[in-house]
């Protein structure tokens, strides 16, 4: 049977004044669900804000453009973590995590979310549980439930059930106050792969930043590996596969570039042309290899190990 490899842009899910989320579809693109592996990206414009929520997969988070405040409560935790962000800022969110977004800056704020689909309810998509909104778990629960179990009045609670706006992304009113981030909650929260160390870096060629349990501990118990790969104007990635039985998924963050991937017996199952936007996933001990155009080619990867 042949495998469909070609890369894929995202597609509108939803949306609301503040901004839009964005997803990669497993039946446009049929390897997210044999990888087990789900692809999402928020986009928030000025004063944005995605309302709370949280996945039935650990993810990696990664900004792409702008910077913002994310609000994060890990589980079992007694208080929730505001962390400013920005371009090149890699986040882990395992299993069982709420977050919020919130852009109070004049550029889109762009956030790209790679991660484990196999314990989630769809393979190949990440499905998101809104605590507030007209599909939040307010609404779900009479009356009497939500009195009950935050000591409201009948009238508040009707009020709290009656009054969730339909949107997951709202724009919040001037004057409105937010959360202030604090630089204490980022410490082994974050790593930003446009700063940090390189673990690559060849002359005229490019660079590399890998994400892992040493630098960014979280991601042991995401369960994924992820790395920034920079390449410059007519650089090659030179071929190479997972030894570990791994997927790895790219998305291309800007530039353009060729891409060749060769599989079993040498056949060669995709050669194409990449540029920003675009998702594309190699399959386990296939070979791929790069070469960046003369803008260069900068991409964002994991791979399904966090090794």
């Given at each position: 049977?042949?495998?469909?490899l070609?890369?894929?842009?995202?597609?509108?899910?939803?949306?609301?004044?503040?901004?839009?989320?964005?997803?990669?579809?497993?039946?446009?693109?049929?390897?997210?669900r044999?990888?087990?592996?789900?692809?999402?990206?928020?986009?928030?414009?000025?004063?944005?804000?995605?309302?709370?929520?949280?996945?039935?997969?650990?993810?990696?988070?990664?900004?792409?453009?702008?910077?913002?405040?994310?609000?994060?409560?890990?589980?079992?935790?007694?208080?929730?973590?505001?962390?400013?962000i920005?371009?090149?800022?890699?986040?882990?969110?395992?299993?069982?995590?709420?977050?919020?977004?919130?852009?109070?800056?004049?550029?889109?704020?762009?956030?790209?979310?790679?991660?484990?689909?196999?314990?989630?309810?769809?393979?190949?998509?990440?499905?998101?549980?809104?605590i507030?909104?007209?599909?939040?778990?307010?609404?779900?629960?009479?009356?009497?439930?939500?009195?009950?179990?935050w000591?409201?009045?009948?009238?508040?609670?009707k009020?709290?059930?009656?009054?969730?706006?339909?949107?997951?992304i709202?724009?919040?009113?001037?004057?409105?106050?937010?959360?202030?981030?604090?630089?204490?909650?980022?410490?082994?929260?974050?790593?930003?792969?446009?700063?940090?160390?390189?673990?690559?870096?060849?002359?005229?060629?490019?660079?590399?930043?890998?994400?892992?349990?040493?630098?960014?501990?979280?991601?042991?118990?995401?369960?994924?590996?992820?790395?920034?790969?920079?390449l410059?104007?007519?650089?090659?990635?030179?071929?190479?596969?997972?030894?570990?039985?791994?997927?790895?998924?790219?998305?291309?963050?800007?530039?353009?570039?060729?891409?060749?991937?060769?599989?079993?017996?040498?056949?060669?199952?995709?050669?194409?042309?990449?540029?920003?936007?675009?998702?594309?996933?190699?399959?386990?001990?296939?070979?791929?290899?790069?070469?960046?155009?003369?803008?260069?080619?900068e991409?964002?990867s994991?791979?399904t190990?966090?090794?």
């Amino acid at each position: 049977m042949d495998i469909d490899l070609t890369p894929k842009l995202s597609k509108k899910s939803y949306g609301g004044d503040g901004g839009a989320y964005y997803a990669w579809c497993s039946d446009d693109l049929p390897m997210l669900r044999a990888a087990g592996i789900g692809a999402g990206k928020l986009a928030l414009e000025k004063s944005g804000l995605a309302l709370p929520f949280y996945s039935d997969s650990s993810k990696v988070a990664y900004v792409l453009q702008g910077g913002g405040t994310c609000g994060i409560v890990l589980p079992e935790a007694t208080k929730e973590k505001v962390i400013a962000i920005k371009t090149g800022d890699a986040i882990a969110l395992p299993f069982g995590v709420l977050t919020w977004w919130f852009n109070p800056g004049d550029t889109e704020l762009v956030v790209l979310f790679l991660g484990d689909t196999s314990k989630g309810h769809k393979a190949g998509q990440f499905t998101n549980f809104p605590i507030t909104g007209g599909n939040g778990i307010f609404t779900g629960f009479t009356t009497e439930f939500v009195g009950r179990a935050w000591d409201l009045t009948e009238d508040e609670a009707k009020k709290l059930v009656h009054s969730q706006t339909n949107a997951g992304i709202i724009k919040v009113k001037d004057g409105q106050s937010m959360p202030e981030p604090s630089s204490k909650d980022r410490e082994g929260m974050v790593l930003n792969c446009l700063e940090a160390p390189l673990d690559v870096d060849i002359k005229n060629g490019g660079c590399v930043v890998v994400l892992n349990t040493k630098n960014l501990p979280l991601v042991g118990e995401v369960g994924l590996g992820a790395d920034l790969v920079r390449l410059n104007g007519h650089a090659m990635c030179s071929p190479g596969f997972s030894c570990d039985s791994a997927y790895q998924v790219t998305y291309v963050v800007r530039g353009s570039g060729r891409v060749q991937v060769v599989g079993v017996d040498g056949k060669r199952v995709l050669e194409t042309t990449v540029k920003g936007g675009c998702l594309f996933i190699v399959p386990r001990f296939f070979v791929v290899s790069k070469i960046a155009d003369a803008d260069g080619l900068e991409w964002f990867s994991i791979i399904t190990t966090p090794k």
